[in-house]
């Protein structure tokens, strides 16, 4: 029987509720800086968002494949599964990016969505077929790897090494694979979830699985599974603020050393909610988290399709609150306005037990 953490529901029901807020201000003029992304390097609370989601991404494919993992009639069933819901991820993102105009011609390839695809697909194949060890080395060869081809290896047409928005390597090759116009629009010379960087993303991943795999351990308890837990998040932590110095911490290049921070900072967080929440017992305050844990894709879904349907919405919510808040405070009560008309429609199926699965 499958095992389920409510912790886990809970810890990426409070990540994804924390996605919707920063991806919807009232107006994007007026955002506190917390909630923005960092302008390149260094690390805001926002930045921490889809790290979080990947993290627990892997997590939960221990708990969901562990079981069929061990089927002794073979894996065909399992992998052709797997295939089918990274497909269908991968469409989501992209029709994302085609509605309402269907704009092939500057359809962004890449994305969010595209990404969760990816790394899911990438990192459940090596979950059913490597062992603990193997996908250690991997986890740590692949962001190794990536240090390397971002620090030394010359950039085509451009000249050495170097880690510039529109010069680096992995710009190079997004622009080259892809070609401007199916790239990240606010930029058209860079992906954010570009092809390069999607490497190390798999890193985070398989931290999440390195996590899966402590806590479903029989033979620890329940303290020795968090103290562990806490004090690994701790040491990822330290690891990448020392590799910091010389691979700076860099969301939209997805940094080794953004790895390990934002990875380590994950471990501990789910460190915390899982004592809290699965030891301890504390849940008078998770079921609204963990509705939108157990549906969170449908939320982020929605978190685009309403305010893609109701266009100027957000803006028609901040000039309402304008006239009571401050520009930033109205900005930021938009954005929790939506977060809570979107927690409707998931409770409503987190109470009648609904699970949308792809």
């Known amino acids: 029987m499958k095992q389920r953490l409510l912790s886990l529901d809970f810890f990426r029901g409070l990540t994804v509720a924390a996605m919707i807020l920063v991806n919807n201000p009232g107006s994007?003029?007026?955002?506190?800086?917390?909630?923005?992304?960092?302008?390149?390097?260094?690390?805001?609370?926002?930045?921490?968002?889809?790290?979080?989601?990947?993290?627990?991404?892997?997590?939960?494919?221990?708990?969901?494949?562990?079981?069929?993992?061990?089927?002794?009639?073979?894996?065909?069933k399992l992998i052709l599964h797997i295939f089918r819901r990274a497909a269908i991820i991968f469409a989501i993102g992209l029709a994302f990016r085609l509605i309402p105009s269907f704009d092939f011609y500057n359809l962004r390839i890449l994305g969010v969505l595209q990404r969760i695809a990816i790394v899911f697909l990438i990192i459940s194949l090596l979950y059913i077929k490597t062992g603990p060890k193997a996908r250690i080395w991997l986890c740590f060869s692949f962001l190794v790897i990536y240090w390397l081809l971002m620090t030394v290896v010359p950039v085509p047409g451009i000249g050495p090494a170097n880690l510039e928005p529109e010069t680096n390597l992995a710009a190079w090759l997004d622009r080259t694979v892809m070609g401007e116009r199916h790239l990240w629009k606010q930029a058209r010379t860079w992906d954010p979830e570009?092809?390069?960087?999607?490497?190390?993303?798999?890193?985070?991943?398989?931290?999440?699985?390195?996590?899966?795999?402590?806590?479903?351990?029989?033979?620890?308890?329940?303290?020795?599974?968090?103290?562990?837990?806490?004090?690994?998040?701790?040491?990822?932590?330290?690891?990448?603020?020392?590799?910091?110095?010389?691979f700076p911490i860099n969301k939209s290049l997805w940094t080794s050393s953004f790895v390990l921070y934002t990875g380590g900072l994950a471990a501990m967080g789910l460190a915390l909610s899982y004592w809290l929440?699965?030891?301890?017992?504390?849940?008078?305050?998770?079921?609204?988290?963990?509705?939108?844990?157990?549906?969170?894709?449908?939320?982020?879904?929605?978190?685009?399709?309403?305010?893609?349907?109701?266009?100027?919405?957000?803006?028609?919510?901040?000039?309402?609150?304008s006239g009571v808040f401050s520009p930033l405070n109205a900005s930021l009560a938009a954005a929790i306005t939506l977060v809570l008309l979107l927690f409707i429609p998931v409770w409503i199926m987190y109470k009648r037990n609904i699970i949308v699965k792809i």
């Open 277 to 321: 929440v699965d030891v301890q017992k504390y849940q008078r305050v998770t079921p609204p988290f963990v509705a939108f844990g157990r549906n969170a894709i449908t939320a982020y879904v929605l978190s685009g399709v309403v305010p893609m349907v109701f266009k100027g919405m957000s803006g028609g919510m901040f000039r309402g609150y």
């Open 194 to 246: 570009g092809i390069l960087s999607t490497l190390p993303a798999i890193s985070t991943g398989l931290l999440g699985i390195m996590t899966g795999d402590w806590l479903r351990r029989k033979d620890v308890g329940d303290a020795e599974k968090v103290s562990w837990l806490f004090t690994a998040g701790f040491l990822s932590v330290l690891a990448g603020l020392v590799w910091d110095g010389f």
């Open 28 to 76: 994007w003029s007026y955002v506190y800086p917390p909630l923005e992304h960092s302008k390149w390097n260094g690390c805001t609370p926002t930045d921490l968002v889809f790290p979080f989601f990947l993290f627990m991404v892997g997590v939960s494919v221990t708990f969901a494949l562990s079981s069929r993992k061990a089927d002794t009639g073979g894996h065909g």
